[in-house]
């Protein structure tokens, strides 16, 4: 059984690297990338939202400022994309650190305010600075590929999602096995315990929010390199970071394929609706239900119930004591 469960993710990464290969069309290829790009991200929030238990609905603005970034950087001063990329997200990350000093001060439902207030305030500033942004017109960033057409560019950013997707997956896996990760499980489980037995956890906080925002980013920067065209409404929709929560919610937080599995689910189910009932806000509101019945009725989404290995306070023969005293100095 170990041999079988090592071997299924592998046999999952060589089906999804063959999968625009294997796709009848290139819609398919396009809907596989979307797919990818939002379990990268939601698996992105998860190293904020599962271990710490904060739920941020900002994260839109920083997959808003890593597309502008990206996008700016080549369009205004012309530097190779790739640089341009990398550039932005770490910009991205510094601005995450410092929003994250102040955001992690609050909590619960404050913290969701806020994190809002952060989107709201990006799309306003964006579409204010006409002069270096374009404004509500958007943004028109130039293909880095190009020599190939829409098709085969669909297929090139499938992977370099499926890329962005496994480095965050390794390194929810590598947090929630360090000492870093105990600690941000222990902020979940009793904040003002674990920061009286010496856990730094105003530190542990601002730096989860930080690693999960430079994943989005990178994301952000993905998207508008594939898709050329950067509307302010859509990339700072909270719509986009209501996803993230609805995939991690629905996959299971406290698993590291849970995010994905939501993405699996969730991203494939809204470009059908979308193509069903066209351009309506009915698919949107069939997502906010959604996202209110996971919460409801499937709190610790579906991976809970087909497993009894749960990461946390589920683990066998460690008490919430232990994992606390683990982390303190």
């Known amino acids: 059984m170990r041999t079988v469960s090592r071997g299924l993710p592998l046999l999952f990464a060589a089906l999804a690297i063959a999968y625009p290969w294997l796709a009848p069309n ?35 603005a920083f997959f808003g400022l890593g597309a502008y970034g990206t996008g700016l950087l080549v369009v205004r001063l012309d530097v190779p994309w790739a640089v341009a990329l990398l550039a932005s997200a770490l910009l991205v990350t510094a601005f995450a650190v410092g929003v994250g000093i102040a955001a992690v001060r609050v909590r619960g439902a404050s913290f969701v305010i806020v994190s809002l207030a952060l989107v709201s305030m990006m799309n306003l500033i964006v579409q204010g600075w006409r002069s ?23 297929i090139v950013f499938f992977h370099l999602f499926l890329a962005l997707l496994a480095l965050a997956l390794l390194s929810w896996w590598y947090v929630s096995r360090s000492r870093f990760g105990a600690g941000l499980r222990a902020i979940r489980e009793d904040e003002d315990k674990a920061e009286s037995l ?19 980013a990178l994301a952000g920067g993905l998207y508008a390199l594939w898709f050329g065209s950067l509307d302010p409404i859509f990339v700072f929709s909270i719509l986009i970071a209501s ?5 991690s919610l629905l996959g299971g937080v406290r698993h590291l394929y849970g995010p994905l599995l939501g993405a699996l689910i969730v991203a494939p189910a809204g470009e059908y609706f979308l193509i069903a ?53």
Do not use: C
């Open 132 to 154: 270096l942004t374009g404004g509500s017109t958007g943004l028109q960033v130039p293909s880095p590929f190009p020599s190939l057409h829409r098709g085969q560019t669909h």
């Open 277 to 329: 009932l066209g351009e309506t806000q009915i698919h949107l509101t069939a997502t906010g239900l959604v996202l209110v019945l996971v919460v409801l009725f499937m709190p610790d989404g579906i991976l809970a119930r087909f497993t009894r290995r749960r990461a946390g306070p589920s683990i066998p023969g460690e008490s919430a004591d232990q994992r606390l005293q683990g982390v303190a100095p």
């Open 26 to 60: 290139y819609y398919l290829v396009y809907a596989g990338a979307l797919t990818v790009m939002y379990a990268a991200m939601s698996t992105s929030w998860n190293l904020l939202g599962g271990f710490t238990g904060y739920v941020s609905l900002g994260h839109s």
């Open 198 to 216: 010496g856990v730094p956890t105003g530190a542990y906080k601002v730096a989860a929010f930080a690693l999960s925002a430079l994943f989005v």
């Open 243 to 247: 996803s993230m929560v609805l995939m």
